[in-house]
Antibody, heavy 115, light 113 residues
Framework: EVQLVESGGGLVQPGGSLRLSCAASGFTFSDSWMTWVRQAPGKGLEWVANIKKDGNEKYYVDSVRGRFTISRDNAKNSLYLQMNSLRVDDTAVYYC????????WGQGTLVTVSS | DIVMTQSPDSLAVSLGERATINCKSSQSVLSSSDNKNYLAWYQQKPGQSPKLLMYWASTRESGVPDRFSGSGSGTDFTLTISSLQADDVAVYYCHHFHSVPLTFGGGTKVEIK
């Protein structure tokens, strides 16, 4: 059974940083693209970034490019999202998912950017 | 960027009746290389993570009841619930994975009338 468990969310001030993690199990992590998707409170889904199996290709939505960095550690079956220069409108639940198409999703971790 | 537009924003359907959700993409999501529509549908129940229902526009994910069906090609797609059950109350999203940036539709909330 695929399991994805996000962690690292919390309350941060505007301009601050957070690093999200996603622990994966139940599938061959190193064979899978991985994706981050977010959902602002009461709003719809927004694709944030994805990363190729070997980490050599990374793509971002325009609103986070240059501020967020997606990475992975295939030896640890883990996905990361380093978020810098956080803004109030980055407040959301952040989900990790497996695949270029998000197939299985974690339960999400809430990031709140507020002063 | 490919913009995904869903309609309606919400709908209320009686139990056992049909529910139809539409999704239109601003550009074709049909790939000429493999003749597949890079279009998926998700269901998100209150307080839960999204769940993949359909991909390639009309292929049901494993375990999804056959009352759910997807159709369409190119830029126009439909998700149909043939006989609405109480368990189907949720927000439904279409999603293209044709090219980056990937995008989602705004969602359609399905309720019981």
């Amino acid at each position: 059974e695929v399991q994805l468990v996000e962690s690292g969310g919390g309350l941060v001030q505007p301009g601050g940083s957070l690093r999200l993690s996603c622990a994966a199990s139940g599938f061959t992590f190193s064979d899978s693209w991985m994706t981050w998707v977010r959902q602002a409170p009461g709003k719809g889904l927004e694709w944030v970034a994805n990363i190729k199996k070997d980490g050599n290709e990374k793509y971002y939505v325009d609103s986070v490019r240059g501020r967020f960095t997606i990475s992975r550690d295939n030896a640890k079956n883990s996905l990361y999202l380093q978020m810098n220069s956080l803004r109030v409108d980055d407040t959301a639940v952040y989900y990790c998912a497996d695949g270029f198409l998000s197939i299985n999703w974690g339960q999400g971790t809430l990031v709140t950017v507020s002063s | 960027d490919i913009v995904m537009t869903q309609s309606p924003d919400s709908l209320a359907v009686s139990l056992g009746e049909r529910a139809t959700i539409n999704c239109k993409s601003s550009q074709s999501v049909l790939s000429s290389s493999d003749n597949k529509n890079y279009l998926a549908w998700y269901q998100q129940k209150p307080g839960q993570s999204p769940k993949l229902l359909m991909y390639w526009a009309s292929t049901r994910e494993s375990g999804v009841p056959d009352r759910f069906s997807g159709s369409g090609s190119g830029t126009d797609f439909t998700l149909t619930i043939s006989s609405l059950q109480a368990d189907d109350v949720a927000v439904y999203y279409c999603h293209h994975f044709h090219s980056v940036p990937l995008t989602f539709g705004g969602g359609t909330k399905v309720e019981i009338k």
